[in-house]
């Protein structure tokens, strides 16, 4: 494996990083008003979530950089595509973010339906408008033989990418339950352990037709098959945890299904980055769009490095906020 090749894996380890850990976050921002039913079950939730959220988002964050650092061409390419669609990310993350500060800074009910509400809307969009966006690099966007965008904003919404989306959102929905079932007690525990029941059989099934959908468009034969068969298979068994109030195991089995889908899709990507639905010729390669070897020796001597101190960093995080929260 060379370098090129290492760095593909490693951007793949961050992105299924990513949406393992913020996509309980994005499950509970969206859930919380739902499985809430008084301000102070709402409050609960969201402070299951609260010791945790910013730190996943440094997974994104270093997942886009991994990729401007080691795939210029795939950032330049991908990023100017999809430029309308980043702005209305980070709209969306920044909303997000400010609803956990704002939220309870003013004791007035419509106030805090407010910022619940943008909590809601961000925690939707975030993982829809990322799915979209990757599942679009394996549907293939027009680019020219430059590897240049030449298409619209609307362009971005394939059917494949839309279903991505889709699949991703019901993943961090699933996710969410799951959380709040290790995390909280009493009857929001019940109601979201009853949620999750649900969210269990709908991703099953969501997950299924994507794992088939994306076999069929991938060009190079099998290799993601094993992912993409434990993505929908560990969601059943996800169920069956929850009926056993077996929380821990459901919750693992749940994030597995997510790691599945996300790593089952760069599975399918490579030894493209980025596919040309005008011409295959022009698609973006791990290998016509990487870095110059020092660049990426640089870069792999600073991961081996730093990666495992965020690592233990995270891990502790978890061991230290790891206690059940009630009303």
Known sequence: MGLPELW??????LWTGFFVLEGFDFGVGMLHRVLGRT???????????????DGNE???????????????DWYASWFS??????LLLLVALIARGVSFEFRGKVDRPGWRRLWSGT????SLLAPLVLGIALGDLVAGLPLDADGEFTGTFWDLFTPFGLWTGVTLVVLCLMNGTTFLGIRTTGELRERARGAARWFGWLGFVVATVYAVWILVIADHGWAPILPLVVAPAALPVSVWAVHQARDGAAFILSATATACAVA???AALYPQV????????????VANAASADYALTVMSV?????FPLVLLYQAWSYVVFRHRLST
């Open 8 to 13: 593909f894996v490693i951007i793949a380890i």
């Open 39 to 53: 301000d102070r079950e709402r409050r609960v939730a969201i402070n299951t979530i609260g010791p945790f959220w």
């Open 58 to 72: 440094v997974w994104l964050v270093v997942g886009g950089a991994a990729i401007f650092a080691a795939f210029p």
């Open 81 to 86: 595509a999809s430029y309308l669609a980043v």
């Open 119 to 122: 909590l809601t809307i961000g």
């Open 264 to 266: 089952g899709l760069f």
């Open 274 to 285: 980025m596919v040309s639905s005008t011409d295959s010729a022009n698609s973006l390669t």
């Open 302 to 306: 600073v991961a081996l490095i730093f």
